[in-house]
Each structure stands twice: as structure tokens, then as C-alpha cells.
């Protein structure tokens, strides 16, 4: 297949360079005045739109710092009391001062490790979404305290798909992005983003890629409709953003699973145990602590008058369920947090019980 060299060239240590031509690495896709390749679709996708500025819906991948915050939590707190429980022994039983020194200076690591994780995790601000401005043709994209705010001319890029092979214990996926990238003369890409969530079809990304085309360039009428989603900002929104983001395909927009084994097991099993890692992220993001616009910045994110961009009005059902009064949302998230906590709070009880009785 073209390309396969570049292709595991890039999968060790990233695309430097933008290839010539599509191949087993990705695809480009048209900019400009270039014809079109895919239909515009964003449909469920789209966070916020306005004639000012769009942002696409949170990853499920997202869901990481909830994960590193709760896994924090859990091993600092299990090692302080092991070391509480083990400390005194351990002073009193004669052990040379090398092996004493040696002994605490891991408990040290394991307990302070962790809650230094914990702490940075819980002030640093949340990483927004890339933020696609029409009104200033600049893709804003966060890239850290250090980095700040970096701003993307929006006709200058030049936009591809990437194929990234994901290898876990789970089994192998491939996974494509919608990137826009900056190169020099030598087509070496200088910086690049991720406009738009990853997907497990190339077609989507083409198709997300189309929409922001037409959304840029475009009238309003041009642009397809979109689906409202969870707000992001809102607690009583919670269950359904866990629902929605986190289990993208497996609900419907009744809040009803998919009916397949698959969907199911999926569901019930992510859910039992990640539920708190959820319901940690959604924390994270609902505390609000985003990084500062630029002037330039919140100048391009403003508009006057009416938004004319649409969106499909919400369904009865979508209304309550953003609003935290949906009952089987309610009821089926309470019946995982109570069997996730009996699970995570079992283990962290069978770690210290285990290591008081081996005392």
C-alpha cells in the first residue's frame, strides 16, 4: 500500500513531514477553493455554534483527568494508612537504618507522588476545546501553562486525516483525527491541531472537516443543522454528558441504550467501574476554572444580534434529561455509582484490612 513506510514512521515518532499524497498514513483533504470530498456532517458533534465562533464536543478520551484524579486519590490515601499501620512496627523492630531509610522513602514517594498529582490536577485549568473562530479565520488551540494560547490562521492550513494504530491490553484500533497542520517549504509541519473528536472511521473525520468548511465559508442557510448537547458548565447536566460523550454510539437520543449485546455489555461494564472517573472529569469541568482569554481572543468569540446557524429543537425528553429530572437517566447512573463504589471502595478496604492483618 502507498505510504505504508511513512505510515509506521509516523506511528513511532509522530508525522514530521506532510506527504505529498494520501496513502496507509492518512489522508489530505481539500482546502480553499479546492472541491469538496465528503458530505458536510457534524450533526451530533458540535458543541457550540454561532456566527462568531464554533467548538466541536468534548473526546470521550476526556475522561482521562477524572481517571489519573480518583487513581490518585486511591493509592495516596491506601499508602498513608499502610504506612501509619506499618511505620511503628518497622521503627521497633531493629531493622539496620539503611532498610528503615529505604522502606519509607517509597511510602514517601507513593503518598506524596499521587497528592502532588492530585493537587495539579485540581488547580490547573481544564483544557477547553479548540476553538474554530469565523470571525477571525484563526483556530485558537490551548497548549499549556507554558505555551498559552496559540493562534492558527485558518487559510494557511493545510488539512489532513491521520491514522494512528492504538494498541492496548483490550486489543489494536485504528483511529483517525482531522488535523490542520502548518508546514514550511518543505511541507515539515511546523505546528498542528486536532480540530475536530477522533473516530474510528476516516469518513467522519472527512465529513467533520467538510462541515467546518462550509461553516467558514459559508452562509448560515449552507450549513447543515446540528444536535444541541449537554451544556458543559451545568451539574444538572452531568448524567446525560456521561451518557452522551461518554458512551457516543451506544445512546440514543432518548437516553435508551442501543439494543445490542455489544452496547450492554460496554455500558454496564465501563460504567461499573469508570463511574467515578466520570463523574471526577465532569467534576473538573463543572468548576469552571478554564484558561483567560485573549483580548484579541474574546473580541473574536462576540457577536451581534440573532445566531442564525441551527439547531434541532430539543425533544421533551433531551430537555429533563439536561436538566437532571430524566428518572431512568437518574435511576441507571445511581445503580452503577452504588456497585463502582462497592467495587473501588472493597478494594481500597481488602489493601489496608490485608495489610493490618499481615501485622
Known sequence: MKGTKTFVKAQLI???????????????????????????????????????????????????????????????????????????????????????????????????????????????PVRPPVILSRKSRQIYVWRGMKLGWRALNYDDVHPFIFRAQMISTAGAATIYTVQAAVIDANRTIVESVVVAPPSRSPSACGMNWEFIRRYMDGTPDQVPPVLSQPPVNDKRAIFARMDQIGFSGLVRRDFRLEPSIFAWCYYYFYGFVGYWWFRAAAWLQCRGRYPEYSKSMAQAMTFDGLNPYRKEPLSPTEQAAFEGRLPRLKIRWAILGALSTLLWGGAWLSLVLGLAISL
Not at 467548538?55 to 498513608?80: A, K, R, Y
Request: proline share 7%; hydrophobic share 50%.
Open 14 to 124: 509522530g508525522l514530521k513531514s506532510l506527504p505529498l499524497e494520501s496513502g496507509a498514513w492518512g489522508m489530505l483533504l481539500p482546502r480553499g477553493k479546492d472541491a469538496a470530498t465528503h458530505e458536510p456532517d457534524a450533526r451530533d458533534q458540535v458543541q457550540e455554534i454561532n456566527p462568531a465562533f464554533m467548538t466541536f464536543i468534548d473526546s470521550e478520551m476526556n475522561v482521562d483527568p477524572g481517571m489519573w484524579l480518583v487513581m490518585g486519590i486511591f493509592v495516596s490515601s491506601c499508602m498513608l494508612v499502610g504506612s501509619v499501620l506499618l511505620g511503628p512496627r518497622l521503627v521497633t523492630s531493629g531493622a539496620p537504618l539503611g532498610v528503615l531509610a529505604v522502606v519509607f522513602g517509597v511510602y514517601m514517594m507513593t503518598i506524596l507522588g499521587p497528592a502532588v498529582g492530585v493537587y495539579r490536577l485540581v488547580n490547573r
